[in-house]
C-alpha cells in the first residue's frame, strides 16, 4: 500500500516537473500573453481551439498555484511578470504568442457553442422570449400565471402574447426561468473562450484595445492636430500647422484690395477676368431673353381682354349679392329696434310693473305680425 502511494507521489511529482519546465520554456521563449477566461467551455471545444492555434500560438492550462510560484520564481530575472501575477485567479487560461494579439483573440473567441440555462448561474446576456405559438396544452396556463406572463389560448395551445424580458445581465438564473426555458427549448447563452487581458512585453492591457485598428489611431492623431491648429489660429501663434492657412487668408486680402483698387497683379489677373466674365453674364442675357420672347397677336388680345371680362363681371354679380344681403339684415334690424321702441313706450304710459311691459310687448307685436312691420 505504500509502494502505491509512493507511486503515485512520484508521478504527481515527475508530472509538475514536466508542467514547470514547459511553462519557463513559453515564458523565456514568447513575449505576448493572453490571458483568457474559459467558464463553461467543454473538453471538445477546448481541443479544437487548440487545433486551430497550431503554429500561432499555444495554450497553457492548469493549477494557478503552480502559476504563480512558477511566475515568482521567474520574476527574480525579469522583473516585468509581475504585472500578469495579479491575473492568475479564477478559472481562466494563459495562450503564449509572437504572433499578432488580435488574430490570435479572433480566433479563439470564434468557437462558441450554444447552452441551456442552469439554475443560480449568473446570466451573461439578456434572455428575452418571444411572442407566438408555444405548443404546449392548455393545461399548463398556470404555469405562465406564476411567472405574470400574458397567454392566451390559439387552436388548442398557449400562445405568448408579448415579448417577455425572462432573465437580465448580470442577474442570477432562477429555477423557473430554467423550467420555462426548457419547455420552450430555447438555448439562450452562447458559451466559449473569453479573451480578458494581455500582457505584452511587460505592458498589461484590458482586451478590448485590441479592437482599436491603425485607422483608428490615425484619426484620433488627427483629431489632435485639429485642435492644435485651431488653437494656434485662435491665439495668431504661426506654426507649421497655420503656415498654409495664414498664407491663404494674406491672398485673399490681397485680391480684395486689387479687385477695389483695379491693381493687378500675377496672380489676381484670373481671378478678375473671371469676376468680369460674371459681371458681363446678366447684362449680355437680357436682350437674348428679350429678343427670345413670345410675340404677341390680335387674338391672343381679344382673348385676354374676353377673359377679363368675365372675371369682371363675376366680381360684381358676387358684389352685389352681398350689397343685398348687407341691405336686408340693415333693415331687418332696423324693423326690430322699432317694434322695442314702441313696446317701451306703451310700457312707459301704462306705468306698471312686470305685467305692464308684457301686456305692452304682446300687443306691439300683435299690431306688426298683422301689418308685417318685423317679425315675432
Request: glycine letters at 6%.
Amino acid at each position: 500500500m505504500a509502494d502505491k502511494e509512493a507511486t503515485a507521489g512520484d508521478k504527481r511529482r515527475v508530472r509538475k516537473a514536466k508542467y514547470k519546465t514547459k511553462f519557463e520554456k513559453y515564458i523565456d521563449e514568447y513575449k505576448n500573453v493572453l490571458v483568457v477566461g474559459v467558464d463553461n467551455v467543454g473538453s471538445l471545444q477546448m481541443q479544437k481551439v487548440r487545433i486551430a492555434l497550431r503554429g500561432k500560438a499555444v495554450m497553457m492550462m492548469g493549477k494557478n498555484t503552480l502559476m504563480r510560484m512558477i511566475i515568482r520564481e521567474k520574476m527574480v530575472a525579469n522583473p516585468k511578470l509581475e504585472s500578469l501575477l495579479q491575473f492568475v485567479r479564477g478559472n481562466m487560461g494563459l495562450i503564449f504568442t509572437n504572433d499578432d494579439l488580435a488574430k490570435v483573440r479572433t480566433v479563439v473567441t470564434e468557437y462558441k457553442v450554444p447552452a441551456g440555462a442552469k439554475a443560480q448561474t449568473i446570466a451573461p446576456t439578456d434572455v428575452y422570449v418571444p411572442p407566438g405559438p408555444t405548443g404546449l396544452d392548455p393545461g399548463q396556463t398556470a404555469f405562465f400565471q406564476a411567472l405574470n406572463i400574458a397567454t392566451k389560448i390559439v387552436k388548442g395551445s398557449i400562445e405568448i402574447v408579448n415579448q417577455v424580458h425572462l432573465i437580465k445581465k448580470g442577474d442570477k438564473i432562477t429555477s423557473s426561468a430554467v423550467a420555462l426555458l426548457s419547455k420552450l427549448d430555447i438555448r439562450p447563452f452562447f458559451y466559449g473562450i473569453v479573451a480578458l487581458s494581455v500582457y505584452e512585453n511587460g505592458s498589461v492591457y484590458p482586451a478590448d484595445v485590441l479592437d482599436i485598428t491603425q485607422a483608428d489611431l490615425l484619426a484620433k492623431f488627427m483629431n489632435g492636430v485639429d485642435k492644435l491648429r485651431a488653437l494656434s489660429l485662435a491665439a495668431k501663434w504661426p506654426s507649421e500647422l497655420t503656415l498654409s492657412f495664414q498664407i491663404a487668408s494674406g491672398f485673399r486680402k490681397l485680391l480684395a484690395l486689387s479687385l477695389a483698387t483695379s491693381y493687378t497683379f500675377k496672380e489676381s489677373e484670373a481671378f478678375l477676368k473671371s469676376a468680369a466674365t460674371a459681371a458681363a453674364a446678366p447684362a449680355a442675357a437680357a436682350p437674348a431673353a428679350a429678343a427670345g420672347g413670345k410675340k404677341t397677336t390680335p387674338k391672343a388680345n381679344r382673348l385676354r381682354r374676353r377673359k377679363n371680362r368675365k372675371k369682371n363681371r363675376k366680381r360684381k354679380r358676387k358684389t352685389a349679392i352681398w350689397d343685398w344681403v348687407y341691405s336686408v339684415n340693415s333693415v331687418v334690424s332696423f324693423r326690430h329696434s322699432l317694434c322695442f321702441a314702441a313696446a317701451q313706450d306703451l310700457s312707459s304710459s301704462v306705468r306698471s310693473s312686470s305685467a305692464a311691459a308684457l301686456f305692452s310687448f304682446r300687443v306691439v307685436f300683435r299690431i306688426s305680425r298683422s301689418h308685417r312691420v318685423c317679425t315675432p
